[in-house]
């Protein structure tokens, strides 16, 4: 993600020659940044276009750091952890957002800037992170510091939380772990090796019954979704839906959608996409997710339709390219598949062989 702000310094030129010449030193004065809509997308605009070309920093160095620290040392065990052997290396390594998003443009996925809008004072942009139907969304409050436009605090959507909150439990979680044998955390710690075991029903009880002692911790409500949707697929928007006086809206909607367009629901996802787009933009991604709950649904045409349209106003991601490929598979469409087919060729460097693979994987 995109880490830039660099400040360019002027270098006084070298004189060739003989003889000793007087250098006017004239500073190179950089005018503070103003706050408006229109320097806040730019802004924007330039994190998305450096993480694209897999330059972490560009989001990284955007992070406005001094104000993350502030708001995560308000927990008194946590800034007390700064001073910890390596407790200033983890919090760098949870702040840095920009590598995350650049393995998953690496990866064959895709990074945006959505939407930007002004709200109580401030200003907001929106970025937008996919990779293999993985999708995060992270809404910035944008402000100035030291004449330079900053990323303040932001609302995670895959996390349900902000940033800084992230932050400050990560940390608490790693303290508590680390140093205090009998705390509250372990219980956490024991929940989640449970569901990366697979053991989804004991992980889920042991976070019901322990919710008190851990709901703070963001982490507690993603393993949560997580083992409740592994112990019961056919009731999750039940079951979520009462959730709703815990966790924020915009994180129940990520769930929703998630889960409808997995099942094939087509209605239900439009819906939801419906509900997020006010908060998220009108993000293109959304027309591959569309598709994909159209062909899970077996309406291939229809799928086919979407993915196509999508494809104008994205990437040509891996997964959009494979979409289209099973859409001409059920439609029994084997010379439009083997057009599609040939496009691998361009967008990624397949080789023929390569190709052959994909194309005998599809149609046997």
């Not at 605009?45 to 995560?72: R, S």
């Not at 100035?144 to 400050?168: A, M, Q, W």
């Not at 994180?251 to 997995?262: A, C, Q, T």
Request: proline fraction near 2%; charged fraction near 25%; hydrophobic fraction near 35%.
């Amino acid at each position: 993600m995109n880490k830039y702000l660099l400040l360019v310094l002027c270098i006084l030129g070298l004189f060739l020659g003989q003889g000793c010449h007087k250098k006017d030193k004239t500073e190179a004065v950089t005018a503070p940044a103003e706050l408006t809509e229109q320097s806040v997308t730019a802004f924007a605009q330039e994190i998305a276009k450096g993480i694209v070309q897999e330059h972490p920093d560009a989001l990284n160095n955007a992070i406005d750091e001094e104000t993350i620290q502030q708001l995560v040392s308000e927990n008194s065990i946590v800034y007390s952890g700064f001073d910890v052997e390596g407790g200033k290396e983890y919090f760098q390594k949870c702040l840095h957002l920009g590598e995350q998003a650049v393995k998953a443009v690496s990866t064959g996925g895709d990074f945006a800037f959505t939407r930007y809008y002004f709200e109580n004072g401030e200003h907001h942009v929106v970025f937008r992170t996919y990779d293999d139907f993985n999708l995060n969304f992270m809404d910035f409050v944008v402000d100035t510091v030291n004449g330079e436009l900053k990323l303040k605090d932001g609302f995670i959507y895959n996390t349900g939380s902000t940033l800084s909150k992230n932050i400050e439990y990560s940390m608490l979680l790693n303290l508590m772990i680390q140093t205090n044998p009998t705390d509250n955390a372990h219980w956490l710690q024991n929940a989640q090796e449970l569901t990366m075991d697979g053991q989804h029903a004991k992980a889920l009880q042991l976070l019901k019954t322990h919710k008190d002692e851990l709901k703070d911790y963001p982490l507690y409500y993603q393993l949560f979704i997580a083992n409740l949707y592994k112990t019961n697929a056919k009731n999750f928007i039940p079951q979520i839906e009462t959730l709703k006086e815990d966790i924020d809206g915009r994180y129940m909607l990520l769930h929703k959608f998630l889960y409808y367009f997995n099942e094939g629901k087509i209605t239900n996802t439009e819906e939801v996409i419906n509900q997020l787009i006010p908060h998220t933009g009108d993000d293109p991604i959304y027309l591959l997710f569309y598709g994909k709950a159209c062909m899970n649904a077996k309406d291939y045409q229809r799928a086919l339709d979407c993915l196509t349209t999508a494809e104008s106003a994205l990437p040509l991601l891996w997964d959009l390219w494979y979409s289209e490929l099973q859409c001409y598979k059920g439609l029994k469409d084997t010379d439009n598949f083997d057009k599609c087919l040939q496009r691998g060729k361009e967008a990624y460097g397949m080789s023929d062989a390569e190709l052959a693979g994909v194309r005998k994987q599809l149609l046997g």
